[in-house]
């Protein structure tokens, strides 16, 4: 397992923190530690006291804005990579702070977890490749260091020896000449270096190039230099003179001055002074080899031994091979360079890789200059060799880099051109498995709501006694059927991954009842008893997904009530752990039943499995209940176990924990207790049912019409517009799958044009798709609610009459100055939370909370500011207002706070800026009032 990332988010807006962590969950997969500071000094505090692998930053705190913002933590945490929000969609603000130390930036509310993975990824490797490139800079920096004191002690040895010093100041170029310079090359008192050309004219034509490319080359390489030439002095005397070098730059590696050394040589390069030449080259840092015009080693200096390990005693008489480990090959290589130097009477340069005395190996760039005697004949030849082992060994990381980056890249397109391949093929896959899904389940639950529905309502007619016997029968079989189906549907949904499971209010002492309505009723057509307790010390309001536990249930319960012939079935809740915010409950279910075999037991919770195949002929069913409570039990963290013998019953029983909720259990007020006994207050409702299937059409009309409603019925979507465009409705109830024009268009029409009042007709969808998901792309289509085929009427005259409630609710609150709206306009668009929390209403409900606890506050604030002209101030909260503006969808402001943004940091424009403030707080009071119907809707 990864170690987690420890991040610290220096943030005080609640909404962008809650924002941010929900992306950072599916970014990183709950592998991190996340603490949060709500302002630079709280931030400052964690940083002293703890270590973090990450630092995400907002530049605009309470106690601190801007850049001033990120060097103060960057200051204070210079181990640490930072990444920097934003809320503007200026990219000139995070590149401002990357030019600044800063590893990336990300602008608030565009923020996908993709994005945000790989802006840490990026942040954490990219700071750590700095940190090591840092040390080996540093590193680099003292070796050079070094070398220029040696080079300096040189340089004051030389002086000491009466050796002319020189300077060639580049820009503007000038040269600076010592007396003893002046008389080695015989100039007079009117004689004068102006330029290199001009320097270069004195030099012995046969090396004038040799002279120029050394300079030209150790300008390029910022190395120091050293050469054996001659010159040709105005008095026509050829002198041979030995040139020390070295290159200065300014701190950006721009090279202003070249300095040395040149001594006359000419006397001195016979063998009774061969010491006093080797005297010279002792103190030189870098490596000095004498040699004879045969190549063979004469003298070294302490360079050389520094370099190799190598004494004067070990390798005298030798031509080097010592240091390429005895290889002949490297003989044959140095005579020739040695015998074009005695030929041609010219240096040579080469690379080449050495090996110490402890088998290091080491690069040098080695010169070979020739010594003429009087004759002008070659009698000694040395060599100078500089260490340029680092500059090889980056090079070659260099190269190395670059192969793997781009093996890597290679290698990593095709990884991704194959994962867009399968990801595509997949998606398709999943595409025609849903809409198979999604035909299925229409084509099935169509004919069923019809059977179901008629038996209902033939149930309410005068029949005898047979006659209700043989309908019981076909309900009964309907019912079971339904079930059947209902399993197949959920076990499909469960493997797909199509399962969302919520956390809203659940209420005990009413989610029980109905259950037990039913199972009793079951129990005693077998005449056994059924039993239900619940501990007194379980809290009647948690936290859940009442309707996967109703399942659950369901399920264990009905399978009990099957398997048992005599006895009891009971069910027991138990309180079996408190926290300060969750309760841990254990469910219970025991019967007296047949019974299970211990062999039977590990496979009864497998799919389309069951005890035996007696079991399956005589009891019936798919095998998929027990697989289907198995999986949502454990998608809601728990286990299912069960303890059974044959013949003794079994106990089948599961713990879930459940958070507490602080909400006040409040009883509802139904409008009706059930479909015989409507509300009178919604008598006359004008309903416009969209269905094409005859049976349906019959079976809702009646239901409608016992409520005493009004229904006319369209076939299709394109009768549906016409009808609403000649008529006026309060409500339609519209099927999805429909000749000529399906629901989804038929809604998204009728939305469409909002300059005209019935855009906003309440739209309930009613549709046999049972597929997940269907109710989220019903309300992305425009419609207010969702009914499942077959219907259940009072849960369809509950729907009807809460959407009929809240439609007249908004109408009420739309009733404001023109200035602030009109019926037809709507400021806020709740897509982008939906989209980032995939429908999940308890995230959704967090956000609208918070931005109605905290926009008030912030359009306060904003005009305190204007009124006294404090624009800073206006500027700061104006930039804070931008991210929840554009969570909640309120695009109409977009432009307007910005630019009241940018005014404020001119601070020239108050009347106009003070307009744009009157127009920013009545689209959020707008926003506000839409925003609070929304929430009541979610509660």
């Known amino acids: 397992m990864s170690k987690k990332i420890k991040i610290l988010l220096i943030e005080d807006n609640a909404a962008d923190v809650k924002l941010l962590n929900y992306s950072l969950r599916e970014a990183l997969n709950n592998e991190y530690d996340l603490q949060r500071a709500k302002d ?49 969609e200026d990219d000139s603000v ?215 390990g190598y004494e004067l005693d070990e390798v005298k008489n030798t031509s080097g091979e010592i240091l390429q480990k005895g290889k002949m090959e490297y003989i044959v290589t140095q005579g020739s360079y040695c015998s074009r130097v005695v030929k041609e009477k010219t240096p040579v340069s080469y690379e080449v890789l050495n090996y110490d005395k ?89 004919p069923m709501n019809a059977i179901i529905g008629f038996t209902n309502l033939l149930l309410k007619t005068p029949i005898d006694g047979d006659q209700n016997q043989y309908v019981n029968a076909i309900k009964t079989s309907g019912e079971n059927l339904l079930v059947i189906i209902n399993d197949i549907l959920d076990f499909s949904k469960i493997q797909s991954g199509k399962i969302n499971l919520e956390q809203i209010e659940l209420n005990f002492s009413s989610l029980l009842p109905p259950i037990e309505e039913v199972m009793k009723r079951k129990a005693g057509e077998k005449n056994i008893r059924f039993l239900t307790t619940i501990d007194e010390r379980i809290p009647d309001q948690v936290l859940g997904d009442p309707v996967r536990l109703n399942q659950i249930l369901l399920n264990l319960i009905g399978n009990a009530i099957k398997f048992t012939d005599k006895g009891e079935v009971k069910v027991e809740l138990k309180l079996i752990g408190e926290k300060k915010d969750a309760v841990q409950v254990l469910f219970s279910v025991i019967d007296t039943g047949i019974g299970i075999e211990s062999s039977k037991l590990s496979s009864i919770f497998e799919g389309f499995t069951q005890a035996t195949n007696e079991t399956t002929r005589k009891y019936g069913g798919t095998g998929l209940g027990l697989s289907i409570v198995k999986q949502l039990v454990e998608l809601q963290g728990g286990r299912v176990n069960v303890n059974s013998k044959p013949g003794n019953g079994s106990t089948f029983s599961f713990e879930l924990e459940f958070k507490r909720s602080n909400k006040k259990l409040i009883p509802e007020n139904e409008s009706v207790d059930d479909d015989n006994h409507p509300d009178p207050l919604f008598e006359g409702l004008r309903i416009l ?71 906003n007709i309440p739209i309930i969808a009613m549709t046999a798709h049972a597929i997940n998901g269907e109710a989220e792309k019903c309300l992305k289509a425009g419609m207010n609610d969702y009914v499942s085929k077959p219907f259940d009427p009072r849960d369809l005259y509950h729907k009807v009459v809460n959407v009929i409630r809240q439609t007249t609710e908004k109408k009420t609150i739309n009733k404001q100055p023109e200035k602030m709206q009109t019926a037809e306009t709507k400021t806020t668009d709740l897509g982008y939370l939906t989209e980032l929390s995939r429908g999940s209403k308890e995230f959704i409900l967090q956000m609208i909370s918070l931005f109605l606890e905290q926009t008030p506050v912030a359009l306060a604030s904003l005009d305190e500011a204007a009124r006294s002209n404090n624009w800073v101030t206006v500027g700061r909260i104006a930039h804070k207002m931008k991210p929840s503006l554009a969570f909640m969808g309120i695009k109409n402001l977009k432009d307007l706070i910005v630019a009241l943004e940018e005014e404020a940091k001119q601070g020239t424009d108050a009347n106009g800026m003070k307009e744009k403030i009157s127009i920013i707080r009545d689209v959020c009071n707008k926003a506000i009032l839409e925003l609070e119907v929304e929430k009541s809707a979610l509660v």
Not at 55 to 74: A, R, V
Not at 286 to 308: A, M
Not at 692 to 710: E, F
């Open 40 to 88: 630079l000094s709280q931030g400052l505090e964690l940083l002293k006291e703890q270590r973090f692998t990450i630092i995400i930053l907002d530049l605009s705190l309470p106690d601190s804005f801007g850049l001033e913002t990120f060097t103060t933590i960057q200051q204070a945490s210079l181990d640490t990579p930072i990444i920097v929000l934003t809320g503007t």
């Open 94 to 308: 995070g590149m401002d702070a990357v030019k600044f130390g800063a590893q990336d930036f990300l602008i608030k509310g565009k923020i996908k977890s993709k994005t945000l993975r790989r802006s840490i990824n990026y942040s954490i490797e990219r700071h750590k490749l700095l940190t090591e490139l840092s040390i080996k800079t540093r590193k680099l920096e003292e070796r050079t260091l070094e070398l220029l004191t040696e080079k300096h002690k040189l340089s004051e040895a030389q002086k000491l020896a009466h050796i002319g010093s020189w300077e060639w100041e580049i820009n503007p170029e000038h040269f600076v000449l010592s007396d003893e310079f002046r008389n080695i090359y015989g100039f007079t008192d009117e004689s004068r270096i102006t330029s290199l050309d001009n320097f270069l004219s004195y030099v012995h034509f046969a090396e004038r190039d040799l002279v120029r490319d050394t300079l030209v080359s150790a300008i390029k390489s910022l190395l120091p230099f050293s050469l054996i030439y001659r010159i040709i002095r105005p008095d026509g005397l050829i002198r041979t003179l030995h040139l020390l070098g070295e290159v200065q730059a300014d701190s950006f590696g721009i090279v202003t001055k070249v300095a040395g050394t040149s001594q006359d040589v000419t006397e001195r390069f016979h063998e009774e002074e061969l010491d006093k030449l080797a005297l010279a080259a002792t103190k030189s840092y870098n490596s000095v080899v004498i040699l004879n015009p045969e190549g063979k080693i004469e003298w070294v200096n302490e360079g050389f031994t520094r370099l190799s």
């Open 358 to 446: 402890k088998g290091r190996g080491y690069w040098t760039i080695t010169t070979l200059t020739p010594v003429l005697n009087k004759d002008e004949e070659v009698e000694h030849i040395i060599a100078i060799d500089s260490d340029i082992t680092i500059r090889r060994q980056m090079e070659e990381e260099l190269m190395q880099a670059n192969k793997i980056a781009e093996h890597s890249l290679r290698k990593g397109n095709k990884a991704l051109t194959e994962l867009m391949v399968a990801k595509k093929q997949l998606e398709e896959s999943m595409k025609v498995k849903e809409q198979f899904l999604a035909n299925m389940s229409h084509e099935i639950r169509t």
């Open 689 to 759: 049912l969209v269905e094409d299937n005859m049976l349906n059409q019959v079976l809702a009309k009646k239901v409608l019409t016992d409520w005493k409603w009004n229904v006319d019925i369209a076939e299709n979507g394109v009768a549906a517009l016409q009808k609403i465009r000649e008529h006026d409705f309060d409500l339609v109830l519209m099927d999805i799958q429909l000749p000529e024009m399906d629901g989804y268009e038929a809604t998204r029409q009728i939305r469409k044009n909002t300059e005209e009042p019935k855009t």
